[in-house]
Structure formats: C-alpha cells, structure tokens
C-alpha cells in the first residue's frame, strides 16, 4: 500500500492519459493514480478502464458531464480522505508537468517542515518550454498580481502541479472552495497559507502540452483576476470560509 496518491483530472486525453499512467507508474517510487474523468467524449474513460485490468494501484472516479478543474480536484482529494491516504498530489494529464518531479515534490514534504509543496515555475527564473511569449508574460504577471493582493510569497500561485499533506485537506473546508478553473489553484493556496500551513515551492521545468487541446478560455482567466480580489476582501472581512 503506497501512502501517496496522484489526482489526475481528465476531459478528453485520450492521446496522453495511458502514456501518463505507464509513465507514473514506471517511477523509482510507488505511486497510486486517482484519474477524475469528466464523462470524456472521446473514449479517455474506456482506455483507463482498460488499464485498470493490468494496474491495481489505479483508480477511476466517474463524473456525469463537464463540471471545472477545482469540482474534479475536490472530489477527488475526498475521495482520497476516505482511502486515508498520507500524501495527494494534483497533477495535469498533457505532460505539462513532468511525472519524474513528482518524487521531489514527495520528498520535499516529507523531509522539510512543509504541508503544502508546489511546483514552481517561477521559483528559480522563469521555466517554461513551448509557450508563446504573450503566455508566458500573462501567467508571470499574474502571479505578481497575486502576491500583489494577497500577500502570499508564492512565485507560482497558479500552479496546478502539487503535493498536499492530509492535513491540510482535512482541516480545509473543502465545500467552501468556490473555484472552478485557475482560480481555485490560486484560493487553495491562499487557504492553506491562511490557515497556518507552510508552503514551499519545488522548481521545475513546465511544457506546454503536445497532444490535445488546452482548456484555457477567456472565462478562467475573468473568473482568477476577479476572485483573487474576492478572496482577499473576505479575508479582510472576516467571512473567508477556510
């Protein structure tokens, strides 16, 4: 029995998600795989399926319809209380981050007085491979512009690439977590951070995705500049739900 379990959100990956899972599970260190799968389209759930007959050690937690990034991650951080599991990680499907980082995530949380490890982009410059100049200058800024509003340190606060202890999950009210898209990576840290977690952040090299299409859309990007100044207006007021 592995004590750490990776959450990996799927809609229609089916050209990365059995690559993804032989590569995680091919690692120096047990992992466990909770795939999240929005009733894919595509045929992503039926490959995971599949591969469940040759894995053990990965799981598939079936979801009716498209319902956002943050409801996936929160059913499944519960679903992965329940298995009691001491580690959970949060990690895409499209290799933007690379599976071999989740051992110094791992070590990391386990070896330093840290609750909450995130994998960092900008923690040591900027580490970004194959995206356009204009992304990379709008997701670095967004970041400062957290910092900015929060208060945080994080240089990575929209990172989706992280290891959480359980703690930090089971003290957190996770049916407060409003968030859907980038936002809620971003109101997890605060969160966490605000409720007397320590966080650090691990460098690593992100590439943007080869197969598949981005989610990225114009309302993600609207809903984390304004629920950054929602969260902090909260916190503020005193009626932040943690």
């Known amino acids: ?19 993804m899972i032989r ?3 091919s690692l120096g260190m047990t992992f466990h795989i909770l795939i999240v799968d929005d009733n894919s389209p595509d045929g992503t759930r039926s490959i995971v399926k599949s591969l469940q007959q040759e894995f053990n050690q990965l799981f598939l937690l079936e979801r009716e319809g498209k319902q956002g990034l943050g409801t996936a991650y929160i059913a499944g951080f519960k679903w992965c209380l329940q298995k009691e599991y001491e580690y959970i990680f949060e990690m895409d499907c499209d290799f933007s981050h ?3 980082d989740l051992i110094n995530l791992y070590q990391a949380c386990v070896s330093t007085p840290a609750d909450m490890v995130i994998g960092s982009r900008y923690v040591n410059g900027v580490n970004v491979v194959n995206w356009p100049m204009s992304r990379v200058i709008l997701s670095y800024y967004a970041s400062m512009y957290v910092r900015i509003i929060t208060g945080m340190s994080i240089r990575d606060t ?4 992280a290891c959480y202890n359980k703690k930090v999950l089971q003290k957190l009210n996770l049916d407060a977590i409003k968030f859907k898209g980038y936002a809620f990576q971003i109101e997890m840290k605060f969160k966490t951070w605000r409720a007397g977690f320590k966080l650090k ?3 690593i090299i992100f590439t943007d995705r080869q197969e598949g299409q981005s989610k990225m859309s114009g309302g993600i990007i609207k809903e984390a500049l304004f629920g950054v ?3 902090k207006i909260k916190s503020l007021l005193g009626i932040l739900k943690i």
């Open 23 to 25: 590569k995680v599970f």
């Open 1 to 19: 029995m592995s004590n750490a379990i990776v959450i990996i959100p799927t809609y229609n990956e089916k050209e990365n998600v059995e690559r």
């Open 201 to 203: 952040e691990v460098s």
């Open 229 to 231: 100044l929602e969260l």
């Open 98 to 100: 690379n599976p071999e």
């Open 158 to 161: 929209t990172s989706g690439f």
